[in-house]
């Protein structure tokens, strides 16, 4: 069995969206994550999940669907953003295991909507010590001058864009494979708990 600290979180969120600002009385609220668990010591992608979460404050908009394929009733049926943040922790240990994301956006989604609904922040404390902005770590490996997108990424590491852009789960399984990269560069962060 392997160890639960070789295990790393990598998650991408979908929020809800619109072309130009929001309707009054609406903020972004996530609608889904996308989670990759990655073995950092098999160095391999070992599952695949997509957790739909409901808005509460916001509607999806035409522009959202056709970004994301997300679709209103789609989303109507998901959990509440709490009921989200228990499956995080209790069924992908997201309060024990570090995480990461592309770029800083995921975290910061995370936090202002933990506040907003008065829902514990699921990843623990300090986010640094969790946390990996995995965008940052692929801009100074290949000495790159600007941060790309993830699907430039892929393209400057050679590597297929899987699924769909923009859609929680397959974005998570990409940017996973481009933790792997870094990981076979020996360029990504490895701390004292993940070995």
């Known amino acids: ?22 309707p009054p009385g609406s903020v ?3 609608i889904e994550i996308g989670l990759t668990v990655v073995d950092v010591s098999a160095r391999r992608r070992v599952s695949r999940h997509r957790v ?4 509460v404050r916001s509607a999806v908009s035409s522009f959202c669907t ?5 679709t209103q009733s789609e989303v109507d049926r ?14 992908h240990g997201a309060g024990e ?10 975290r910061r989604q995370f936090a202002r909507q933990s506040q907003a609904d008065g829902v514990a922040y699921p990843f623990g404390y300090p986010t ?10 692929f801009t100074t490996a290949y000495g790159l001058r600007r941060k790309p997108g993830m699907s430039q990424a892929l393209q ?28 076979h560069r020996g360029a990504w962060p490895v701390t004292a708990d993940v070995q």
Not at 1 to 22: F, H, K, Y
Not at 52 to 55: A, Q
Not at 167 to 173: I, K, M, S, V, Y
Request: glycine fraction near 8%; include cysteine.
């Open 66 to 70: 056709d970004l994301t394929g997300l």
């Open 78 to 91: 998901g959990v509440t953003f709490a009921e989200a943040c228990r499956i995080l922790v209790e069924e």
């Open 28 to 30: 972004s609220e996530i």
């Open 156 to 183: 400057i590491a050679g590597l297929p864009l899987e699924g769909r852009h923009h859609r929680g789960e397959d974005d998570a399984w990409n940017i996973a494979a481009l933790v792997l990269d870094l990981l």
């Open 128 to 137: 640094e010590r969790t946390h990996t902005n995995a965008k940052a770590v």
């Open 97 to 106: 295991r570090r995480w990461a994301s592309w770029g800083e956006y995921d």
């Open 52 to 55: 739909l979460v409901r808005p």
């Open 1 to 22: 069995m392997r160890a639960e600290s070789s295990l790393l979180n990598v998650i991408d969120v979908e929020a809800t969206c619109w072309d130009g600002q929001p």
